[in-house]
């Protein structure tokens, strides 16, 4: 996962859909995951 999927992501949280939004906190969350691992 890339520093770009990140940045789309937190852009993504201001879709108005749902689905976008929701697979958006799971990409971030993941991605958080990984920094902590490192």
């Known amino acids: 996962m890339s520093k770009s ?5 937190l852009r993504n949280l201001n879709s108005p859909n749902i689905k976008t ?3 958006a906190l799971k990409i971030i969350k993941q991605f958080k995951l990984q920094k902590g691992q490192k």
């Open 5 to 9: 999927d990140y940045a789309t992501a």
């Open 21 to 23: 939004r929701k697979r």
